[in-house]
């Protein structure tokens, strides 16, 4: 687990062992830093060198607000500007030396360019991390451009990125040099540029664009197994008089793609379960709830500089305590944990202006979330905790992600959701969303079995689904009716998956918009994003008549609901308007943005720009008639009107015709070569202005124009929201139909009785993995019968026995069919299981004990709608003792809490429990006796098994033949008496004692 402590806006972000704290500066080897460590610098440099640092205290202190840290340097003759030439470690801009005092446990990526640049032990701890090439110099980079592979890789190795962008545009270049004092002509410039002692320098400021954490990570830099990693903030709630004993959290999960938000509460004993529901990538909590994370876990600090507080406690030690030491989140190795400030979970006036203005809100909407007035009327219940947790994880967002924070939809204002109940060790052994080997190990799971989704946004809710089954019965049977429905129309299935191929992530569309429409965002973005939109909106349409026509040919059935609701939401008259408006303000040529004749502002700029460039190809043939008019010989001369760089035009001709200009009217460039010599002209100049100043008109009105549409767009988002649900759930259904087809899969039936029973049940992964003909299928009943005592060999199949039932749950309960014969599943509330066997001897736990904690909270927690199951209790610990708590155990669930249980065990004593205790039943893994070595058939059968087998399974170890030959004997003298503890447990288990 990565844990870092934030303090007022600056985050420590450094990885357990990962990088050495870095040495600060001091002050007397600065300024020797930064005069390099070349020759002295001249007087001309330090002048220069002067006048850069000048400028940066000026800058700074003129535009605090920007968060502009600085200029670019300026450049005198004879001086290599250090931010361009990279150069050894002494040449480092004075600007990334101070960020790295600052910000000391982020990898800081400086702009320069199209480049990303580090330098020194920024460079070293990110050569250690990927592969880049850090020659001698100390720096080392990266294309802009491959930001999306490098950024993850670091990102994902414990590491956040602090991104130092160029701020756009350019200062006056008297701004520059004192000694200009007036703005000089585009001409002035160009004479002046070989001579004034002055380089053609723009002068480029930068400031903190992005701080990128693991939970912050922007959704372009995701893989496909990281499509769904919400940042939690988990804050300590107001205690309870009646529960002491458990303090309570609120846990605000915040999902930076869809910007969806959910509050709910959780006890201590239960959060690792509630952790383990969200899977959350990055968790934030305040330093009051460090001290309940385990002893081995440290909190790294620097120095900060405040944000906001200036009183928040920094940590700087090991913090140790022996709160949820039994639950605690240290087994989630691959969650990102960061401490900020107590300060920032705020629950007064300030927060809720603040959470209000995240939300794009009025204050009154936050005080109507939180269920009372301004003035404090109404059911405000735990109103300071909730606004408390809200606020505090927010604050960590906006601080990291600044313009980036997504557009923000209100959590619900239920807490607790009808969802059913699995903790963090049941997640992990069912393999739901990724193996038991962590995140990540996608294969072999139970979401890697059914995902044959063809858009981002179904997979999201698959994921979702997957991890949160249903308990509302209706709601199943309407989305297992879609499933129904195209399982028997394989046609509307085919056509849907055709058009769902042509949709774009609408909910990420929709957070563009919103992100880019109120800032001065880039065009292409809105441009792509409102693409994006259109490209839905045409799927949608498409399919509103495909459902529309299914539904009025069909049977009317109860399965047609929820295609009825989507095809109604499909047809919704906005949907057609969005449409309308798409289709006409986006233009279809590839070198514009928006088409002609729909804005009149745009349309009017680009007429200048035409006239414009008009001029230029005017100026161009007068030069190249004066050039052609110098010639001395026949031959012709090639006169060549060339942009290079963009938004630079140049006059190109050959080398004969150079000695023949007017350098005083043809001004010499520089060329690409020595045979093609290149000029400008004062008229290309005046032009070239006039040109480039028409270009940004086309582009600000363009953009303008493109954030009305983003603005008119954002105004149906609540619409287009449901839209996207919509097409999401329709992808879903497709591919649990598309799975249930090719697997031979059937429909559940689903009541509300505590009932089980599977016909020719399948475990859903391991015959996905396998050939279906090759898996053995078995049958199970646990309606009369409450709990089946299964008995028999390691290997023999009683592990994979108990987790089918357990995934046939999980699948008839999020809508899906399920691998069986037949099924008829009553509603489950919660799964419990307790299998395999591990310790955590960092928090001083053995099997034993685990199992032990495992097996209390199924006893404590259990009710008569669950399912549990087990697989041996009581193997850690003396024979009498496990076999005594096993039968407890066994009595305690069939009996006090009646419950669904299948309980897999080596004790075959106990199946005489199958006698005393009224709805147990006794089954065993038959195993052939053919008299050669042993067999495995899988199959389940009723009764209990006669032998262990386990002499059997050690001779297909290899143990050695004396020994299984002593052992066998000593077998013959145990089970003599061990037939009179079967005997005697019995009779016990039958008479508990009062």
């Given amino acids: 687990m990565f844990v870092r402590a934030v303090s007022a806006g600056i985050r420590g972000t450094r990885p357990l062992a990962t990088r050495a704290r870095k040495p600060a500066a001091s002050a007397a080897a600065a300024p020797a830093a930064a005069e390099g460590l070349g020759a002295p610098a ?93 020659p001698a110099s100390g720096k080392a980079g990266f294309p802009i451009a491959s930001a999306h592979y490098w950024i993850p890789k670091i990102v994902s190795a414990g590491q956040t990125v602090l991104v130092a962008s160029q701020v756009s545009g350019e200062l006056p270049l008297q701004a520059i040099h004192p000694t200009l004092k007036g703005a000089l002509s585009p001409l002035e410039r160009a004479l002046a540029a070989p001579t004034s002692g002055l380089r053609r320098v723009k002068t480029v400021p930068r400031k903190i664009t992005r701080i990128i954490t693991p939970g912050t990570l922007p959704s372009t830099f995701r893989t496909e197994d990281d499509i769904v990693s919400p940042v939690l903030g988990i804050f300590p709630a107001t205690p309870r008089p009646i529960a002491q004993d458990d303090p309570r959290y609120v846990l605000c999960a915040v999902d930076t793609i869809t910007g969806e938000v959910d509050v709910s509460y959780s006890t201590r004993s239960l959060l690792r379960d509630a952790v383990a529901r969200i899977e ?84 009154d909407a936050v005080f109507d979330w939180l269920g009372t007035t301004k003035e404090g009327r109404g059911q405000a219940k735990d109103a300071a905790d909730r606004i408390g947790a809200l606020c505090g994880t927010l604050e960590y967002l906006s ?17 607790l959701l009808p969802y059913m109940h699995m903790d963090a060790s049941t997640r992990e052994s069912l393999d739901l969303l990724h193996t038991s080997r962590g995140r990540g190990k996608s294969s072999a799971c139970l979401f890697w079995l059914l995902d044959q989704t063809v858009t981002k946004g179904g997979r999201r809710m698959l994921r979702e689904r997957i991890a949160k089954p249903l308990v509302d019965l209706d709601e199943i049977l309407r989305r297992q009716g879609v499933v129904a429905a195209l399982v028997a129309d394989n046609t509307l299935r085919g056509e849907i998956k055709a058009a769902l191929k042509q949709a774009a992530d609408l ?64 047809a919704h008259p906005d949907v057609l308007t969005v449409q309308q408006r798409c289709a006409t303000c986006l233009s279809r040529d590839p070198g514009r943005l928006v088409p002609e004749g729909v804005f009149p502002d745009v349309d009017r700029v680009r007429a200048v720009h035409r006239e414009a460039l008009g001029t230029l190809q005017a100026t161009h043939r007068s030069i190249e008639q004066q050039i052609r008019g110098l010639r001395t010989s026949t031959a012709d001369v090639r006169v060549a009107l060339v942009e290079d760089p963009p938004g630079v035009w140049l006059i190109e001709t050959t080398r004969a015709m150079k000695e023949l200009l007017d350098p005083t009217i043809f001004i010499p460039q520089k060329g690409r070569s020595a045979y093609t010599p290149r000029f400008t002209t004062p008229e290309i100049l005046k032009v070239q202005d006039s040109l480039r100043t028409a270009g940004d008109a086309v582009i600000t009105e363009e953009s303008r124009a493109l954030r009305q549409v983003a603005q008119e767009l954002t105004s149906h988002a609540s619409l287009l929201g449901k839209v996207a649900e919509a097409l999401s759930g329709l992808d879903v259904a497709c591919s649990l139909a598309d799975v249930a087809l090719a697997r031979g899969y059937t429909r559940p039936t689903l009541t509300s009785r505590p009932e089980l029973d599977v016909e020719g049940g399948a475990h859903a992964v391991v015959a996905g993995v396998q050939a279906d003909a090759a898996f053995v299928r078995n049958s199970c009943s646990l309606s009369t019968d409450r709990l089946w005592i299964i008995t028999g060999p390691n290997m023999g199949g009683k592990s994979t026995f108990l987790r089918q039932h357990a995934l046939m749950v999980v699948l008839a309960q999020m809508g899906a069919y399920v691998p069986a014969t037949r099924a008829k599943i009553g509603i489950v509330d919660r799964i419990f299981t307790r299998i395999g066997a591990s310790d955590n001897l960092a928090e001083n736990q053995s099997t034993f004990m685990l199992e032990m904690e495992e097996t209390a909270r199924i006893a404590r927690d259990a009710t008569a709608r669950s399912l549990v199951l087990l697989d041996e209790i009581g193997r850690g610990t003396a024979m009498a003792d496990g076999m005594a708590i096993a039968a407890a155990v066994c009595r305690h669930l069939a009996a006090t ?98």
């Fill in 42 to 134: 001249s007087a001309a440099t330090k002048g220069a060198r002067g006048i850069a640092a000048s400028l940066d205290r000026d800058l700074s202190a003129a535009s605090p607000a920007l968060g502009i840290l600085s200029a670019s340097h300026v450049a005198a003759p004879g001086m290599e500007d250090a931010e361009e030439s990279g150069g050894d470690l002494g040449r480092m801009p004075e600007v990334y030396r101070s960020l790295q005092q600052a910000y000391r446990d982020h990898l800081i990526l400086y702009q320069h360019g199209s480049f990303y640049n580090l330098w020194g032990a920024d460079a070293a701890a990110a050569c250690k991390l990927v592969p880049l090439h850090m």
């Fill in 280 to 363: 959350p990538r990055e968790i934030v909590l305040p330093h009051a709830a460090v001290q309940d994370f385990p002893a081995r876990v440290r909190l790294h600090t620097d120095t900060y500089t405040p944000f906001r507080d200036t009183d928040a406690p920094l940590i700087s030690v090991e913090q140790s305590s022996d709160l949820l030491a039994t639950h605690s989140l240290s087994s989630l190795s691959d969650v990102y944990v960061t401490a900020i400030p107590n300060s920032w979970a705020q629950h007064n006036t300030n927060a809720v202006a603040f959470v209000a203005r995240c939300f794009d809100s009025a204050p």
């Fill in 399 to 415: 601080s990291t992600m600044r313009a980036d924070m997504p557009h923000l939809r209100w959590p619900g204002k239920q807490a």
């Fill in 507 to 570: 909910q990420q569309a929709m957070q563009t918009l919103a992100r880019e429409s109120s800032t001065s965002g880039s065009p292409e973005r809105l441009a792509q994003a409102i693409l994006a939109v259109t490209s839905s909106v045409e799927v949608a349409v498409q399919l509103s008549s495909a459902l529309s026509s299914y539904c009025a040919r069909a049977r009317p059935s109860p399965d047609l609901a929820e295609l009825q609701a989507s095809a109604a939401i499909f």
């Fill in 897 to 994: 809490i009646g419950c669904r249980t299948l309980f897999a065990t080596h004790f075959h004593e106990l199946s005489s429990l199958a006698t005393a205790v009224p709805g147990v039943s006794s089954h065993h893994v038959v195993v052939p006796e053919t008299g050669g070595p042993l067999v495995f058939s899988h199959r389940i059968a009723p009764g209990a098994a006669s032998v262990s087998h386990g002499l059997a399974v050690a001779q297909l170890a290899g143990l050695p033949a004396p020994l299984l030959v002593h052992a066998g004997h000593i077998r013959s003298q145990i089970e003599s008496a061990l037939q009179q503890i079967q005997h005697h447990i019995a009779s016990a288990v039958a008479s508990p004692p009062r």
